[in-house]
């Protein structure tokens, strides 16, 4: 799940900066979310096309239920055998880290404790969706 956008946001590829658009593009103008203009965009504006989040609920050590969106399930080359998932709880922008494991019964996400690993995790996080 190593999906990137580029440019405006809405898919088309343009590298523009926030003043200059494709002029194939189906943005037109920005706002906010990157597109005036959004229907069929795909941007996530709440135009027609918008591609549906998966999302998680995790329930955290208080007993609060927080809905996240899943952003990706990756892995870290140094670290055999494990897989990690990044989550965004919705009205939040701080993104989660846990380990993560599927089998037949579910999903079970465990906390990363160890700093080094944590460290190497959010490195790899930030070399797949921060660019």
Do not use: R, W
């Not at 926030?18 to 229907?39: I, L």
């Not at 208080?62 to 140094?78: A, R, T, W």
């Not at 897989?83 to 079970?108: R, S, T, W």
């Amino acid at each position: 799940m190593e999906k990137k956008l580029e440019g405006c946001g809405c898919g088309c590829g343009c590298d523009s900066s926030e003043t200059e658009v494709k002029e194939s593009c189906c943005c037109n103008e920005f706002d906010e979310c990157g597109a005036e203009e959004s229907e069929g965009c795909g941007c996530g504006c709440g135009g027609e096309d918008d591609e549906e989040y998966e999302t998680l609920d995790i329930t955290l050590d208080d007993g609060k239920v927080l809905s996240c969106i899943v952003l990706g399930v990756f892995d870290v080359e140094e670290i055999e055998g494990k897989e990690y998932i990044a989550l965004l709880p919705e009205e939040h922008e701080d993104v989660f880290l846990y380990e993560f494991a599927e089998d037949e019964e579910g999903v079970e996400l465990s906390n990363i404790e160890d700093d080094a690993e944590f460290e190497k995790v959010s490195q790899k996080f930030s070399e797949l969706f921060q660019d």
